[in-house]
């Protein structure tokens, strides 16, 4: 039989990596808590985690079973597929067939284009920018907001009234959502007008895995 990974999970409070956090909350697995802060010029990078990531980004996850090396999984779809894999049957990537597509086409475009492409921007503006005066930079930060604002109009319009994101049940792409709610409600993006948004918000925090990471983290859903 073969025994469970040794898991060890590095995160940043607040992070895209509260999904994958959620998760292997959700499939109860056992692991090893790796937090620490990313600072915007990332001096409390500790060199054990760029050993571990190059990229120096989180989520990152290490499994490894006795004598392996460890495998390091990096970006949050990877990620959370990963940790759902460790329980199939509870079909945290969906179940088979079109639903666990609509979970990759979810997780892509959460990834993709409202963080990568539109937070990103907003977070960090001197990294899309050759030039470094502060008009150029506001710029890019003007234009962030109006793209995210876009991606959250996007994201009501997709969600179905008393319904999880998608299929009948709970997915990592519900617990993906809450990383991009804690942030608008923290940037000032009026989420109180994207009622489908928020009453599923509302849904996800009764979660005891949400409850759990949560209070883990220090943070509050800020519903």
């Not at 500790?46 to 571990?52: D, G, H, L, N």
């Not at 945290?92 to 997780?107: D, P, Q, T």
Request: aromatic content about 12%.
């Amino acid at each position: 039989m073969t025994s469970a990974p040794e898991i060890k999970f590095y995160y940043a409070p607040g992070a895209c990596s509260l999904a994958p956090h959620i998760l292997l909350h959700e499939v109860g697995a056992e692991y090893r808590p790796m937090p620490f802060e990313i600072g915007a010029q990332g001096t409390n990078i500790t060199e054990e985690f760029a050993a571990v990531n190059p990229k120096l980004k989180v989520p990152t996850l290490s499994l490894s079973s006795l004598g392996s090396v460890a495998e390091i999984i990096t970006e949050s779809p990877a990620v959370c597929t990963v940790i759902a894999g460790l329980a199939p049957e509870k079909n945290f990537m969906g179940e088979e067939g079109i639903e666990r597509v609509r979970v990759l086409e979810w997780f892509n475009y959460l990834s993709g284009t409202l963080h990568g492409g539109a937070f990103g921007h907003l977070f960090r503006p001197e990294r899309f920018t050759i030039d470094s005066s502060e008009e150029a930079l506001e710029a890019v930060r003007t234009k962030a907001k109006e793209n995210i604002t876009t991606c959250f109009k996007y994201v009501e319009g997709r969600l179905r009234e008393g319904k999880w994101a998608v299929g009948e049940g709970f997915t990592g792409v519900d617990a993906f959502l809450l990383v991009f709610w804690r942030w608008g409600s923290a940037y000032g993006f009026g989420m109180e007008r994207y009622g489908k948004y928020q009453k599923l918000m509302g849904r996800l925090v009764e979660r005891k895995s949400v409850k759990e990471v949560l209070k883990l983290e220090g943070i509050k859903a800020m519903l």
